[in-house]
């Protein structure tokens, strides 16, 4: 059975190692100005590590590399997800950083553990019958209904960038070719095909309902505000999200929320990936191989719903 003196020993201990943390979020709360929930993170992950190392007699302090991964390592075998295990290590090298800074030690234990690889979360996106309705829902007898439709319409046959679709201009448009150039980032350029619906609807608003909404005015920019401005982000995304309301649409949809929807059909029905990473402006295949992932979750519902054998 422990002494009276070795419980008040373990109770010192862990007050001086509270003490130490507490100081810690003190300092990094004057420093970054961080939120109550950001300082009870970093304080939860702190004190879990305090707690698996003090089994072992292991002032947090004192903790070697060693001792930080087979904590890890532990956490991970009861189930921790690398989401989880990242934010932790995040908190750890923070602290490890401000205790070399205050004299404490003199290396930092966290400096070589690599981060745990978490995989991109998979991009919310519309089917077909849900993007066809809310193509639908603009009021297409108002001039800014039809500007809308006109905006969805491009925006769903080309794929482009919420920032590239606000800024584009008339002179990017060319209906002889049925294209339209975009530079995107990284200065490169691409050429994307609108297809005969888009083409269609953009005509019609370019030959009336633009110059209705313009009145007198003049811009370079296709798609103007009632002011003769350049629409912004913000603007644009009220705007999906009303008519998605509309169109009576229920899942949580993002200003991007076309263009993963324009890159997932494409693959459904059997666009090769080089293809689609050139029409989304990627500089590299593997950011598009995120859609692969949605196109082949699609693939196993309709597989599991109408196979005999699904």
Same mark, same amino acid.
């Given at each position: 059975?422990?002494?009276? #003196?070795?419980? #008040?020993?373990? +109770?010192?201990?862990?007050?001086?190692?509270?003490?130490?943390?507490?100081?810690?979020?003190? $300092?990094?709360?004057?420093?970054?100005?961080?939120?109550?929930?950001?300082? %009870?993170?970093?304080?939860?992950?702190?004190?879990?590590?305090?707690?698996?190392? $003090?089994?072992?007699?292991?002032?947090?302090?004192?903790?070697?590399?060693?001792?930080?991964?087979?904590?890890?390592?532990?956490?991970?075998?009861?189930?921790?997800?690398?989401?989880?295990?990242?934010? #932790?290590?995040?908190?750890?090298?923070?602290?490890?950083?401000?205790?070399?800074?205050?004299?404490?030690?003199?290396?930092?234990?966290?400096?070589?553990?690599?981060?745990?690889?978490? =995989?991109?979360?998979?991009?919310?996106?519309?089917?077909?019958?849900?993007?066809?309705?809310?193509?639908?829902?603009?009021?297409?007898?108002?001039?800014? %209904?039809?500007?809308?439709? $006109?905006?969805?319409?491009?925006?769903?046959?080309? %794929?482009?960038?919420?920032?590239?679709?606000?800024?584009?201009? #008339?002179?990017?448009?060319?209906?002889?070719? =049925?294209?339209?150039?975009?530079?995107?980032? %990284?200065?490169?350029?691409?050429?994307?095909?609108? /297809?005969?619906?888009?083409?269609?609807?953009? +005509?019609?608003?370019?030959? /009336?309902?633009?110059?209705?909404?313009?009145?007198?005015?003049?811009?370079?920019?296709?798609?103007?505000?009632?002011?003769?401005?350049?629409?912004?982000?913000?603007?644009?995304?009220?705007?999906?999200?009303?008519?998605?309301?509309?169109?009576?649409?229920? +899942? +949580?949809?993002?200003?991007?929320?076309?263009?993963?929807?324009?890159?997932?059909?494409?693959?459904?029905? =059997?666009?090769?990936?080089?293809?689609?990473?050139?029409?989304?402006?990627?500089?590299?295949?593997?950011?598009?191989?995120?859609?692969?992932?949605?196109?082949?979750?699609?693939?196993?519902?309709?597989?599991?719903?109408?196979?005999?054998? /699904?």
């Amino acid at each position: 059975m422990a002494s009276k #003196q070795e419980n #008040q020993q373990d +109770k010192s201990a862990q007050s001086s190692s509270e003490q130490l943390v507490d100081r810690f979020l003190d $300092a990094i709360w004057m420093e970054r100005g961080l939120s109550a929930n950001t300082l %009870g993170a970093y304080r939860a992950d702190l004190m879990t590590l305090w707690r698996g190392l $003090a089994e072992r007699d292991i002032p947090i302090e004192k903790a070697q590399k060693a001792d930080l991964l087979d904590f890890i390592a532990k956490r991970v075998e009861s189930g921790a997800k690398p989401r989880s295990t990242a934010r #932790q290590l995040s908190s750890f090298r923070r602290f490890f950083r401000y205790i070399m800074r205050e004299g404490l030690r003199d290396t930092d234990p966290t400096a070589d553990i690599e981060m745990p690889r978490i =995989g991109r979360s998979l991009p919310k996106t519309l089917t077909e019958d849900e993007v066809d309705a809310l193509l639908r829902a603009p009021n297409t007898d108002e001039p800014l %209904g039809h500007r809308d439709r $006109a905006m969805l319409e491009v925006l769903y046959a080309t %794929g482009l960038r919420v920032s590239e679709l606000i800024n584009l201009k #008339q002179s990017q448009v060319n209906f002889n070719q =049925g294209v339209i150039r975009i530079v995107g980032k %990284g200065d490169r350029e691409r050429l994307i095909p609108l /297809g005969d619906e888009a083409q269609r609807w953009l +005509k019609d608003f370019i030959e /009336g309902p633009r110059m209705e909404i313009l009145l007198e005015r003049q811009t370079d920019y296709l798609f103007p505000t009632r002011r003769g401005d350049r629409m912004t982000r913000q603007a644009f995304w009220h705007i999906i999200k009303r008519y998605a309301e509309k169109a009576g649409i229920r +899942k +949580k949809l993002s200003p991007h929320s076309l263009r993963h929807a324009f890159a997932t059909h494409l693959l459904n029905r =059997g666009a090769d990936l080089r293809v689609v990473q050139l029409l989304l402006g990627h500089s590299d295949v593997s950011t598009t191989q995120i859609y692969t992932h949605v196109a082949r979750e699609r693939l196993k519902d309709l597989h599991s719903g109408h196979h005999p054998r /699904g």
